[in-house]
C-alpha cells in the first residue's frame, strides 16, 4: 500500500518548523551539559583564578571518596523507598476505584491535585506538618508515643522526605495503573472468578500480570523522579540534615558547587548524573514496546 | 448433571433499565436450550444470571434443585464461554485450561490427566505450550472450550461463542459443541441471535423478546406453528411473508377476493403468513408476483417481488429450475394447510 506523503518544495521549511525545539534543547540541555563536561575534566583554585586541565582526576577522587558513595547509598535507598512506597498506594488506590469506576472521576481529580504542586512547596508543606515543635503530624506522632524529630533522627529526616517525595507522585502513578486496570477486559476477571479464583487469587495471577509493563514503566519513571527531581524536597524540609544522613545526589551536587564551591567535583557528579539518566531512559524505550495483547 | 429452574426471574439495573421484568423456564437434566432474540433482548443478562456475574433483583434460579441466587459463580458449579473466549493472555493454553482446577486444589497428576484428555478431545494437543496470541480465532474458541470443560461442570453456559469465527468455522463447530454436548450430556444454555445456529442446536428453543419470552419449545415445533408474528419472523430463513387479508366464513382471502383457502374461518381482518420455502409456482395459482431481485443459491434460489394484488413485499424460495426472470411477473400457489394466520393488532397466532 502506498502512503499519501506532504512533501516540502523548500528545502529550509522544516529546518524552521523543527528551529524552535532545537534552541530550546541547545540553550537548557546541549550546553549545561557541555559545560558540565568541560568543567569536569577542570581544577579551579579557590579563588578562581587559575584553571587547570587535570583530566578524569575529578571522577577519581570521587570513587574514592567516602561521603560520596554514602550519598550514593542514600540515593538508592531514598529511590527504592519512594518508588515502592509511592506505587504500593498508588496501587491500591488504583483496584478499589477500579471496583467503583463511577466515582472514579472524583477520586482521579482530587488524587491528581498534589501532582500540580510544585517539590519545594511540596516538601514546606510537609515541613511545616511534621515540624517537632509546631507540626500536627508531628504531635500527632508524639501522642502515638513516638518521639518525632528529623533535625537529630536521621531515620525521621530519611522518612520525611521520603513522604513528602512519594506523596507528590502517588497521584501520576494512580493514574497509569487505574488506565493499566481498566484495560483489562472485564470477562477476563468474570472468567476467573467462575475458574474459583477469589479475589486476592485474581488480583496476583490475573491483573498484577498484566499489569506488569505498566509497573516496570512506572518503576523506571519513579526511580527517576527521585534521583533528579527531589532537589527541591530535600532543600525545603531537612537540607541533607542531620548530619549527612539525607543528602542526597542532586542535593551533593549543588552543595559542593555553591556552599562547597568545588566547581569541579560537581561537575563530575552531574556527569554521573547524566550518564545514569540516559541509561534509565534506554532502558525505558528499550522494553517499553513490550505491550500486552488480549 | 442437573437441571435449571428459572423461577420468575426479573432484572432491574442500577440506573432503573428493567432488563428482564419476570421470566420463568424449567431446563431438563442433559438438555441444550437456546436463547434467541434480537440485540438488547435480555439473553446476555439472563445468562449472567444463572452465572451469578449479574446480581438477581427478584426471583429465584435454582440448579440441580438447589437455589443458587446467594452464591458466588465458583460455587454454583458451572462453566462458560465467553464471546471473546477470555483467555488469560499471560498463560499458556495448558495454564488456561488448568487454571480453574488448579484454583480447586486439584493434584497435580489429576489436573495434567485431565487437562490432556480435554486438550485430546478438542484436537489442542500440539499447542498447549502456546500462548493464546500465537492462537487462530478457532483455536482459541477450542481453548474457550477446553477450559469449560475440563473441570467437568454441571452447567455449560455459552454467550455467543461462535460469532467471531468465520462462515466456514461456524457451521463446523457448530455441529462439534452439538456433539460434545450430547456426549457429555451436561446441561447447557447457549445464547445466539443466529437463528440457523438455535434450529440446529437447540433441544428446547426459547424465543426472547425485550425481555418476555414469546414462546418455547423443541425448534419444530416454533417453526410448524409459531404462536406469535415475532416467533414466525424470526425462525426461518428467509423470513415469513406476511400479507393482510380476511379470514371469515367464505374462506381465507387477500386483495380483492383473490382466495387462498376455501375453509371457513371466523376471524374477521388478519395477518395472513406464508413461509417462502411453501410457495410453488402455478400457472393456475391465486398469486401474481411481480419479480424484482432473483437470489440463485446453486440448488434453490430466492425470489424478491411484490404481489400485484395487494402491493405486499414477497420473498419465495423456488428450486433452480424453477426461478423465473427478474422483470418477470409469475403466477404463484400455496397448500393452504401451510397458512399461519394471525391476529393483525395483538400479532397472537389465530387457530
Ligand atoms: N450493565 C448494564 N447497565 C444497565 N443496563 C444494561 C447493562 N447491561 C445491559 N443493559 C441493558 O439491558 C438490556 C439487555 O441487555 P443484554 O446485554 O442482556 O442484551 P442481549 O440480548 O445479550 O443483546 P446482544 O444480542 O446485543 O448481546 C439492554 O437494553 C441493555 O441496554
Ligand atoms: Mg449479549
Known amino acids: ?294 | 448433571m442437573a437441571d435449571i429452574t428459572l423461577n420468575h426471574i426479573r432484572k432491574v439495573y442500577p440506573g432503573g433499565v428493567e432488563a428482564i421484568p419476570g421470566l420463568s423456564v424449567d431446563i431438563e437434566d442433559g438438555e441444550l436450550c437456546v436463547l434467541v432474540g434480537p440485540s438488547g433482548c435480555g439473553k446476555s443478562t439472563l445468562l449472567r444470571m444463572v452465572a451469578g456475574l449479574e446480581e438477581v433483583t427478584g426471583g429465584e434460579i435454582s440448579i440441580g434443585g438447589r437455589k443458587v441466587n446467594d452464591l458466588e459463580p465458583a460455587d454454583r458449579d458451572i462453566a462458560m464461554v465467553f464471546q471473546n473466549y477470555a483467555l488469560y493472555p499471560h498463560m499458556s493454553v495448558y495454564e488456561n485450561m488448568a487454571y480453574g482446577l488448579k484454583n480447586q486444589g486439584t493434584p497435580k497428576a489429576e489436573i495434567r490427566e485431565r487437562v490432556n484428555e480435554a486438550a485430546g478431545i478438542l484436537g489442542l494437543a500440539d499447542f498447549l505450550e502456546r500462548k493464546p496470541r500465537q492462537l487462530s480465532g478457532g483455536q482459541r474458541q477450542r481453548v474457550a472450550m477446553g477450559r469449560a470443560i475440563v473441570r467437568k461442570p454441571q452447567v455449560f453456559l455459552f454467550d455467543e461463542p461462535l460469532s467471531n469465527l468465520d462462515a466456514k468455522l461456524r457451521m463446523k463447530t457448530r455441529v462439534e459443541i452439538r456433539d460434545l454436548q450430547q456426549r457429555l450430556k451436561t446441561t447447557a444454555i447457549y445464547v445466539t441471535h443466529d437463528q440457523s445456529e438455535a434450529m440446529t442446536l437447540a433441544d428446547k428453543l426459547v424465543v426472547m423478546n425485550a425481555g418476555r419470552i414469546e414462546q418455547v419449545g423443541p425448534p419444530i415445533a416454533l417453526y410448524e406453528r409459531p404462536a406469535t408474528k415475532f416467533v414466525a419472523e424470526f425462525i426461518g430463513s428467509p423470513p415469513m411473508n406476511f400479507i393482510p387479508g380476511h379470514a371469515g366464513a367464505d374462506g381465507v382471502t387477500i386483495g380483492e377476493g383473490v382466495k387462498l383457502d376455501d375453509r371457513p374461518h371466523q376471524h374477521g381482518e388478519v395477518s395472513v403468513g406464508i413461509r417462502p420455502e411453501h410457495l410453488v409456482r402455478d400457472t393456475a395459482g391465486p398469486l401474481s408476483v411481480d419479480v424484482r431481485v432473483v437470489e440463485r443459491l446453486g440448488a434453490s434460489g430466492n425470489v424478491y417481488g411484490w404481489v400485484e394484488q395487494t402491493g405486499s413485499e414477497l420473498v419465495a424460495s423456488l428450486t433452480d429450475a424453477t426461478l423465473p426472470q427478474p422483470g418477470e411477473t409469475m403466477r404463484m400457489s400455496v397448500d393452504p394447510a401451510m397458512l399461519h394466520l394471525f391476529d393483525r393488532e395483538t400479532g397472537d397466532r389465530l387457530d
Not at chain 1, 74 to 102: E, H, N, P, Q, Y
Not at chain 1, 255 to 274: C, K, P
Open chain 1, 1 to 294: 500500500m502506498r502512503t499519501k506523503r506532504v512533501t516540502f518544495r523548500h528545502r529550509w521549511l522544516p529546518y524552521l518548523l523543527v528551529a524552535p525545539q532545537i534552541v530550546i534543547t541547545a540553550v537548557f540541555f546541549l550546553w549545561p551539559a557541555s559545560q558540565a563536561i568541560y568543567q569536569s575534566v577542570l581544577r579551579e583554585d579557590a579563588f578562581g583564578l587559575k584553571t587547570e586541565f587535570v583530566g578524569l582526576a575529578n571522577f577519581e577522587r570521587l570513587f574514592s571518596d567516602s561521603a560520596y558513595l554514602e550519598s550514593f547509598w542514600t540515593t538508592i535507598v531514598f529511590s527504592a523507598l519512594v518508588a515502592g512506597l509511592s506505587m504500593g498506594i498508588a496501587l491500591v488506590l488504583a483496584v478499589m476505584a477500579d471496583r467503583v469506576i463511577k466515582s472514579a472521576l472524583v477520586y482521579r481529580t482530587v488524587l491528581i491535585w498534589p501532582y500540580a504542586v510544585a517539590p519545594a512547596i511540596a516538601g514546606v508543606l510537609w515541613w511545616f506538618l511534621f515540624n517537632p515543635t509546631i507540626g500536627i503530624g508531628a504531635y500527632a506522632m508524639g501522642q502515638l508515643g513516638y518521639d518525632w524529630n528529623h533535625f537529630q533522627d536521621g531515620n525521621d529526616a530519611m522518612a520525611l522526605i521520603v513522604i513528602a517525595a512519594a506523596w507528590r507522585q502517588v497521584s501520576y502513578n494512580f493514574l497509569f495503573f487505574l488506565a493499566g486496570l481498566q484495560a483489562i477486559p472485564r470477562s477476563l476477571i468474570e472468567a476467573a472468578a467462575i475458574d474459583n479464583a477469589g479475589p486476592f487469587k485474581r488480583f496476583w495471577s490475573i491483573q498484577l500480570p498484566l499489569l506488569s509493563p505498566t509497573v516496570f514503566f512506572l518503576l523506571v519513571v519513579n526511580v527517576v523522579y527521585a534521583f533528579f527531581e527531589t532537589f527541591g524536597i530535600v532543600h525545603a524540609t531537612t537540607g541533607g540534615g542531620p548530619g549527612n544522613e539525607t543528602v542526597i545526589l542532586v542535593y551533593k551536587v549543588w552543595r559542593d558547587a555553591f556552599e562547597g564551591l568545588n566547581l569541579g567535583s560537581s561537575a563530575a557528579q552531574s556527569v554521573i548524573l547524566m550518564v545514569i539518566v540516559i541509561a534509565l531512559t534506554a532502558i525505558q524505550f528499550r522494553y517499553i514496546e513490550r505491550r500486552v495483547e488480549y
